[in-house]
């Protein structure tokens, strides 16, 4: 089966819906954007362009993205979506680790790209007169495609190093859209879906059920995020889902101008890419009643390992439960998910250990890296990296990234137990925790902060509140005070960034 057929289907079927909307101004409805979808796949044909090759989306977010990429699929073609944020010489980089045939960019990204890309792969910039030749042809059919072929590949973030093609298959994301339905909501014509992230990733992702159920597409008009444009477009648009990652959440719940929105009008806000942490669920919960999803996914198995459903997460921020709010709660339905130890061993019963996962979601391996594939699905499961333990209902919480694991003096320390304390206090409005170097201790934990904005940071307090709420040992050595920190398209912060920003600072002490 095609994916192409989740535009095709409402196309038929809901013609006069409204498809794609950018603030209160329709752009397309369902016919018109399965036309658009039709007559690119034809283009894409003329331009020479077989099934299984590559095109890179170097798009900041549009109206025409996701009928682009159902034309990529209708022509048989492999998306690579990537974050319209990376520097040209990185977008460079994974277009040649895929061996891109096309390049299909927005005209903020088109004069870097032509001189990063030029001449090994061709660009057709949104709205430019190839583009214009692009959709100007005779529709294209749908391509046969097999359940196992390519249909995405999804660029990890790199927090390790040079990024990974994560390869998604036709069934993969079959199986997540067809889950979000099953696990989230049913979905129709009159719900919406806000895009307030980048398509390239979760919010994309999480697109591809919407359009499969004939549900409006909204962009807000000023092309990013903005609690007072979300606040105007929910009082024009009801039955509203949309994704933000903690930091978006909470940015919207401290702006004035959110404070007086039709919360009445929303039916989901989904979280993700992020721990979400327990001060941030409650007052979530508070403005916004029991509407909050939290969803547990990676690129390799996107947007779906783990999720708390509304009902389960607003019952324990109800009854003021913070583990079951620590918890991403449980596995997705028909997904497995489970904790081994360092020899892949089952793990007791809440026992810390890495979490493994195998579905239909799960990616088919790394794009041209056999041995890291080899050993991300060693045993058949997908090795997630993430630290984490299940309780004897299937709870699994999240501990951190191995990789971000500080161990000081032998003791093991997890960055999001301090993050989680540190943001009690009203004056911190994010805090990464890492590991830095330490002659002593092996490595010592520092703690990086930004100011909510309100009143000044107080770290005597800050301190005071670590020695009430966790072990001694664990408390940050060293304070930072910074204006921002380092995040991906998905809001997630790069701790490996800071890692090295901070390493040499601290490596001569």
Not at 337 to 355: C, F, Q
Not at 356 to 370: E, F, H, I, S
Request: hydrophobic share 45%; charged share 20%.
């Amino acid at each position: 089966m095609n994916l192409a057929v989740f535009l095709e289907a409402p196309a038929r079927s809901f013609p006069d819906c409204a498809a794609v909307s950018v603030g209160d101004e329709l752009r397309y409805d369902y016919a018109a954007y399965g036309s658009l979808a039709a007559r690119l796949a034809g283009g894409f044909a003329a331009l020479g362009l077989r099934p299984g090759d590559r095109v890179i989306l170097a798009m900041a977010n549009n109206a025409e993205y996701l009928a682009t990429l159902f034309a990529l699929w209708r022509a048989g073609l492999v998306a690579v979506p990537v974050n319209a944020k990376l520097h040209a010489r990185e977008i460079a980089f994974i277009a040649a680790d895929c061996r891109a045939g096309l390049c299909l960019a927005t005209p903020d990204l088109a004069h870097a790209l032509a001189q990063a890309l030029a001449p090994a792969v061709p660009l057709i910039v949104l709205g430019e007169a190839d583009w214009r030749r692009l959709v100007g042809g005779e529709p294209g059919a749908v391509a046969e495609r097999g359940g196992d072929d390519l249909a995405w590949i999804f660029y990890t973030s790199g927090t390790t190093g040079r990024p990974k093609g994560a390869m998604l298959s036709h069934r993969n994301l079959i199986s997540m859209a067809v889950l979000y339905l099953a696990d989230i909501d049913a979905l129709g014509p009159d719900d919406c879906h806000i895009h307030l992230a980048a398509q390239s990733h979760a919010t994309g992702l999480f697109g591809l059920s919407h359009i499969a159920k004939a549900t409006h597409q909204i962009l807000p008009p000023g092309g990013g995020f903005s609690p007072a444009e979300l606040a105007d477009l929910l009082r024009l648009y009801h039955r509203a889902t949309f994704f933000v990652p903690p930091t978006g959440l909470r940015r919207m719940l401290r702006d004035p101008a959110f404070a007086r929105a039709p919360v009445e009008n929303i039916r989901t806000v989904l979280l993700g890419a992020a721990p979400v942490y327990a001060a941030d669920l409650k007052a979530g919960y508070e403005a916004l009643g029991p509407r909050l999803w939290n969803g547990y996914g990676q690129g390799e198995s996107p947007c779906t390992i783990a999720a708390m459903p509304k009902p389960l997460l607003a019952a324990a921020i109800a009854a003021g439960d913070e583990a079951r709010m620590a918890s991403v709660g449980l596995a997705r339905t028909g997904i497995e998910v489970a904790v081994v130890d360092s020899e892949d061993r089952p793990a007791p019963t809440d026992a810390i250990g890495e979490v493994v996962v195998r579905g239909d979601t799960v990616m088919a391996g790394y794009w041209g890296r056999p041995e890291e594939s080899a050993a991300a699905l060693r045993g058949g499961w997908l090795h997630t990296g993430d630290l984490g333990a299940i309780d004897e209902r299937g709870f699994l919480t999240l501990l951190d990234r191995a990789k971000d694991l500080v161990i000081s003096g032998g003791a093991n320390i997890y960055p999001r137990e301090i993050e989680d304390v540190l943001l009690e206090d009203p004056a911190v409005g994010e805090a990464a925790v890492i590991g830095v170097p330490d002659p002593e201790w092996g490595e010592s934990v520092l703690a990086l902060i930004v100011p909510a904005g309100g009143e000044p940071v107080d770290l005597s307090r800050l301190e005071a509140l670590c020695l009430q709420r966790i072990a001694r040992f664990k408390r940050p050595k060293y304070w930072r005070i910074v204006p921002s920190l380092p995040k991906n398209g998905a809001g997630k912060v790069l701790k490996r960034e800071l890692r090295q920003t901070y390493a040499a600072e601290f490596a001569g002490r």
